[in-house]
């Protein structure tokens, strides 16, 4: 079983540009019943950088999680032009 797979691309289904959010992205996993979701953001067009996750049940992500992860994505652009 491979934890990480290298695709040239992934399907909607799960990973999606979130419409709610600045350049937040969001992937979608299922483990047996459980359902998560780990927002991340692009870097150098290739590179995800995972932000935050949480067990979810509905559809859409929760505002409280979308600005965590924007704040993240700032701070890391802000360090990383140092």
């Given at each position: 079983m491979h934890i990480i797979e290298e695709l040239d691309m992934v399907s909607y289904?799960?990973?999606?540009?979130?419409?709610?959010?600045?350049?937040?992205?969001?992937c979608r996993i299922s483990i047996g019943r459980i359902g998560y979701r780990i927002l991340c953001f692009m870097d150098s067009g290739s590179l995800v950088i995972l932000t935050n996750g949480f067990g979810?049940?509905?559809q859409k992500a929760l505002s409280e999680d979308?600005?965590?992860?924007?704040?993240?994505?700032?701070?890391y652009l802000k360090r990383r032009k140092i």
């Open positions: 289904q799960y990973f999606k540009k979130l419409t709610e959010a600045d350049e937040i992205w969001e979810k049940k509905s979308i600005s965590r992860a924007e704040r993240y994505r700032d701070d």
